[in-house]
């Protein structure tokens, strides 16, 4: 299984980005699908994350201003990012929990990480 994660840049402060990644590869199904982001000298952080049930999570410090949601067909999740600031700036990762067959657990998988940077 891979993940393939896009949609970040260079945005100005108190603009918007969205993510994406999408998952590949033969997999029987797939649970929680999220979004983490880390910064040089910082341990990795949950942003956003959603279950397959359709229950979501987020961060406070991005509570109101980012949106996650996934589309089961395209084995895909999306993170839409409004109201950026400047300490949004990091790597953001996604992570996907797949269960690669019938009988087998969850296993963890996590993209390549895509490069945010809020500054006017």
């Known amino acids: 299984v891979q993940l393939q994660a896009s949609g970040g840049g260079l945005v100005q402060p108190g603009g918007s980005l969205r993510l994406s990644c999408a998952a590949s590869g033969k997999l029987f199904s797939i649970g929680y699908m999220g979004w983490y982001r880390q910064v040089p000298g910082k341990q990795r952080e949950l942003v956003a994350i959603t279950t397959s049930a359709g229950s979501t999570n987020y961060a406070d410090s991005v509570k109101g201003r980012f949106t996650v949601f996934r589309d089961n067909a395209k084995k895909s999740v999306y993170l839409r990012m409004d109201s950026l600031q400047p300490e949004d700036t990091a790597v953001y990762y996604c992570?996907?929990?797949?269960?690669?067959?019938?009988?087998?657990?969850?296993?963890?998988?996590w993209g390549q990480g895509t490069l945010v940077t809020v500054s006017s």
């Open positions: 992570n996907v929990g797949v269960r690669r067959h019938l009988f087998a657990t969850t296993t963890d998988y």
